[in-house]
């Protein structure tokens, strides 16, 4: 009896049909095929729910959004309906049945939704029935099967004509919205269309965001029934064309009165009426408005002085009265109200977007656009208690008057979670490993550490997508010098996996609310840059670089906060942990939001900057500075093409291009630097050069292909850059060769470079305690005490006998000699724990007066009992080597798994395979020999063989008995024995 059904006659009865007079609303006319949000007291709404006898099946709960309706229509299969009949309805006979969608309730009132379904002659209509819910038989008209049994050819013309009238009221509509914007910005009389409350009504009424989405809609599909109606029109169309006669009236802004006429059309023929009438009126308002204005415009062009400032009196008292009228009423209530009307066919953009729950359209984008967010919240897995919060200060909002001061900062907090992308998510792009290769290697050379690892996440990710599971992303963080492409990485990545890219500068961030946003309490409080990231990317998943990560952590000391503004790296803990992310609670937002999706990549110049607890909960990824083959093929294939392209020279006919030794030149002499950015600024100025030759040449080239060989490129750019410490490796006059020895450095930019140890005897000292050792060269105190190292290494060496008799003469020169260790370019502090090795074989050839050859090199920190340790760096090191051309190298023994890495990750080298000589590939891509030491044994066969004693010789320091004494090696008894190490030397790797 309750429930609407569909029959096949021409008109069907029903008895005891639900009824209820919008009497709290006297203004709405309910319409077949709009939806409606109508809100009641709680009086009213208890007795809609109470009259279906199950209010058990519905949820009152002032925070959780009720889904009773969903439930019943799950359980049941059947749809809840009541004939809402307009309170302002002469006779009450007439009505329109609408389906109850959905029900909320609040502390103070039950908001329903409503969708109107078809028109409904009440035969025992209830006059006076207030707000009670009444039944009554009713006859509905089956208007489908009426009108295909009605519908002729001669139908069409009638059809056409009603589309054409509606494409009337449109451009009737455009031209006043431009005429009254137009008015807007102009300084004449036509101000006099905004001094009329009509067209400032209409402009209100036809700017609305709701009226103006759905008329935009409707147009375009009454243009696609113009098209159809071109080809073929059959009863189908003609019928879609009655279904949006219902539309047109609900959304124009026509009186009340006539959409009640509308709506007792129940005849299809008086409805079509009905509607051109309509129209016929709507657009007769604008003939109406256009002809008073120029009849004031008449009246005021012609009128004198005092008329006018009559005239314009009598406006500013009309207004002073509605000025004081709006000043002094009070808000509406919000127990009652109604929001306008929204077509069926309208899709739903937002999230909630459903079948089983339709989201209506509001007229006010302010109060109603938070309380569909409110509503909408359980669907996007809010926390119970952040939902109660957010109720709580919606409800302490809707209170508020406008001038409030706390009105506005509740409006912006709002408007800011409104824009958090809950529960979105960036579409997943099927993954195609060998496409994402290609992707990765077209966008950057080399990086190979960072691919691989991409690469592996990829799989991952796929698999994962596979099996349906949901992972959490990798946090990455990538070290490495500036410009060698670590941002630029980022951008490619997120291209891979189709997801958004957003980038956080943290360089210079030295207050934590910056990150985690600040607490509403403030003035101009705001949430945090990882909250406004996801703002603007729109998706829960983007990827957020980090960029700088080492600079944050600058404003402080030792750890200890030195203000009073956090500390931004502690802050950083709760962000790139993934154990923790998934409940990330921003200052200003106030409840957890799920990071567990993003993915993070961090980058960083010095990994030392980075707080230990912070860098523990990320995957580490160096990126070495590039080799000059590298540079020379990021310069040929990306940075030279993008030079040209900017600079428009690709536009100019001419082929620019350098000669392979112009490259080498280049990228040897011109850059000093781990990355790329410098050589592309040489590259950038080549390129103008060009540029200005083809200008001064009347837009012309000598050759369309344009080859600049090295001495063009010397005459543009200039004198090469002074390499120091080359010339501090070339001989001098009056000194000894011995006592010089090259040592390698990692240099603040990420570079490698070649460290000079001068070592020169001054004398003798008055005592054999000795030697006594100066160091100059601004030495820090690592290097102070491998200094002090040296000098003991060498010490025991001379004073066990351990060389060749004619190494040294007498032990006793040695420890009473003066000796001075120099590190040129005093200017610039040195410091670190790899010269060990370079300072003892520098001291031990001042001792022994055996020169070093100048085109070897070494690095290497030693121990008292003469063990190489390793160092760090080792791939900028060898590159410096190389730069300052370098021959050999002597490498820690421990560092041998990180040159085969060296080799193996630039695409060379391929494992063990058979066949595959190591050492011939590292010797071709570095052009160094590389001899592996292991203690000091290693070092002064490799700088001077046969200099030591033969392997199973037995001395001691006294030349006396051959009593054992202790072994370099640190063992208790046995003489000192040397084994030979012709595997290191011979360089096998």
Not at 507 to 517: F, H, I, Q, T
Not at 903 to 932: F, T, W
Not at 934 to 954: F, H
Request: aromatic share 8%; proline share 4%; charged share 25%.
């Amino acid at each position: 009896m309750l429930f609407y059904k569909t029959h096949q006659d021409k008109t069907f009865h029903e008895s005891g049909f639900p009824c209820l007079t919008l009497s709290s609303i006297p203004a709405l006319v309910v319409l077949p095929r709009a939806r409606y949000e109508i809100t009641f007291n709680k009086y009213i709404a208890l007795k809609i729910l109470q009259f279906y006898k199950k209010p058990s099946k519905f949820r009152f709960n002032s925070i959780v959004v009720s889904d009773g309706i969903d439930a019943e229509e799950a359980s049941s299969d059947q749809d809840k309906y009541i004939c809402l009949v307009p309170a302002r309805s002469p006779d009450c006979g007439n009505g329109c049945i609408a389906k109850i969608m959905d029900v909320v309730e609040s502390s103070f009132s039950t908001t329903f939704w409503f969708k109107g379904i078809r028109r409904a002659s009440i035969k025992t209509p209830l006059y006076n029935s207030g707000n009670k819910i009444w039944v009554s038989d009713i006859e509905v008209l089956d208007e489908y099967g009426s009108f295909k049994a009605l519908f002729s050819d001669s139908m069409k013309n009638n059809d056409i004509a009603i589309i054409k009238q509606v494409e009337s009221v449109n451009k009737c509509i455009t031209k006043f919205n431009d005429k009254y914007r137009d008015t807007l910005k102009s300084n004449s009389t036509e101000h006099l269309l905004l001094l009329t409350p009509l067209s400032n009504t209409l402009f209100f009424q036809l700017n609305k965001e709701q009226f103006k989405e759905q008329w935009v809609k409707l147009i375009a599909d009454f243009e696609k029934l113009k098209q159809s109606s071109k080809s073929t029109w059959d009863a189908e169309h003609s019928y879609k064309l009655i279904i949006f006669l219902d539309y047109v009236a609900t959304l124009l802004p026509t009186t009340t009165i006539k959409k009640i006429q509308f709506l007792s059309c129940i005849t299809l023929s008086s409805r079509i009426a009905k509607f051109k009438e309509i129209l016929s009126s709507f657009e007769g308002v604008f003939d109406q408005l256009y002809s008073s204005i120029d009849y004031v415009r008449s009246f005021y062009d012609n009128a004198s002085t005092l008329e006018k400032a009559s005239l314009v009196g009598s406006q500013l008292r009309s207004l002073k009265f509605f000025i004081e009228d709006v000043k002094h009423s009070t808000r509406a209530s919000i127990e009652e109200g109604v929001s306008g009307p929204t077509n069926e066919h309208e899709k739903d953009s937002d999230l909630d977007n459903e079948n089983s729950s339709p989201a209506p359209r509001y007229a006010n984008d302010g109060i109603d656009q938070i309380k569909r967010f409110i509503r909408r919240l359980p669907k996007l897995k809010v926390q119970e208690e952040s939902i109660k919060m957010l109720t709580k200060d919606f409800k302490r909002l809707q209170q508020m008057t406008p001038n409030s001061p706390e009105y506005q900062l509740l409006r912006n907090y709002f408007d800011i979670l409104i824009d958090i992308p809950f529960n979105k998510f960036s579409k997943y792009k099927e993954i195609e490993i060998p496409v994402c290769k290609k992707m990765l290697d077209g966008d950057h050379f080399a990086l190979y550490n960072v691919k691989k690892r991409l690469i592996e996440y990829l799989c991952v990710l796929k698999l994962g997508h596979q099996l349906k599971t949901r992972d959490r992303a990798p946090i990455l963080l990538l070290v490495g010098p500036p410009g060698v492409g670590k941002t630029s990485i980022a951008k490619s990545v997120a291209a891979v996996l189709n997801r958004k890219y957003e980038r956080l500068s943290l360089g210079g961030v030295y207050n934590e609310s910056e990150l985690r946003g600040h607490r509403r309490t403030y003035v101009g409080s705001m949430c945090g840059t990882v909250i406004n990231a996801l703002r603007k990317s729109g998706t829960m998943n983007p990827l957020i670089l980090l960029d700088e990560l080492d600079k944050i952590a600058s404003s402080f000391a030792d750890g200890n906060v030195q203000n009073g503004n956090g500390d931004p790296s502690a802050a950083l803990l709760e962000i790139l942990d993934p154990e923790q992310n998934f409940s990330f609670v921003d200052h200003y937002v106030g409840f957890p939001v799920d990071l567990s999706q993003v993915l993070f990549m961090c980058t960083a110049n010095d990994i030392n900057g980075i707080p230990k607890p912070l860098l523990d909960r990320m995957e580490v990824i160096r990126i070495a500075g590039y080799t000059l083959e590298e540079k020379i093929e990021i310069g040929k294939n990306f940075l030279l093409p993008k030079q040209i392209r900017l600079n428009g020279l690709d536009k100019c006919g001419g082929d620019f291009t350098l000669s392979s030794k112009a490259w080498q030149v280049l990228v040897s002499e011109y850059t000093m630097e781990a990355g790329v950015r410098n050589l592309e600024r040489r590259l950038a100025a080549l390129v103008r050069s060009k540029v200005v030759e083809y200008i001064e040449h009347d837009n012309t080239f000598h050759d369309s292909s344009i080859i600049m060989d090295e001495k063009q490129l010397r005459k543009v750019l200039g004198p090469s850059l002074q390499k120091i410490q080359k010339n501090l490796l070339s001989p001098t006059k009056f000194s000894h060769s011995y006592g010089v020895v090259n040592g390698l450095s990692y240099n603040s930019n990420g570079t490698g470079g070649v460290l000079v140890f001068e070592v020169i005897k001054l004398g003798n000292c008055r005592d054999q305690n000795g030697p006594h050792v100066k160091a100059t060269g601004n030495l820090g105190a690592v290097l102070q005490e491998s200094v002090d190292i040296g000098v003991s290494v060498v010490k025991s060496i001379i004073s066990r006998r351990l060389l060749n008799s004619g190494g040294i003469s007498d032990v006793r020169e040695f420890l009473r000699s003066e000796y001075h260790i120099h590190v040129p370019m005093g200017a610039i502090s040195k410091d670190g724990s790899s010269a060990g090795v370079a300072i003892t074989l520098g001291l031990l050839s001042a001792a022994i007066h055996a020169p070093i050859d100048p085109h070897s090199c070494m690095t290497g920190e030693i121990t008292l009992r003469g063990k190489v340790l390793p160092i760090g760096g080792l791939k900028e090191k060898l590159l410096g080597a190389r730069l300052f051309e370098m021959r050999k190298v002597l490498v820690p023994l421990a560092n041998r798994c990180e040159v085969l890495d060296l080799v193996e990750r630039s695409g060379e080298m391929h494992g063990d395979k058979p066949g595959c000589d190591k050492i011939a590939v590292v010797q071709n891509k570095l052009h160094l020999s590389i001899i592996y030491v292991d203690d000091v044994y290693d070092v002064i066969e490799a700088v001077w063989p046969g200099l030591l004693q033969p392997a199973g010789s037995t001395v001691n320091a006294n030349h006396t008995s051959p009593s054992p004494s202790p072994s370099f090696n640190g063992s208790s008894s046995g003489p000192p024995t040397v084994a030979p190490r012709n595997e290191l030397q011979k360089g096998k790797l």
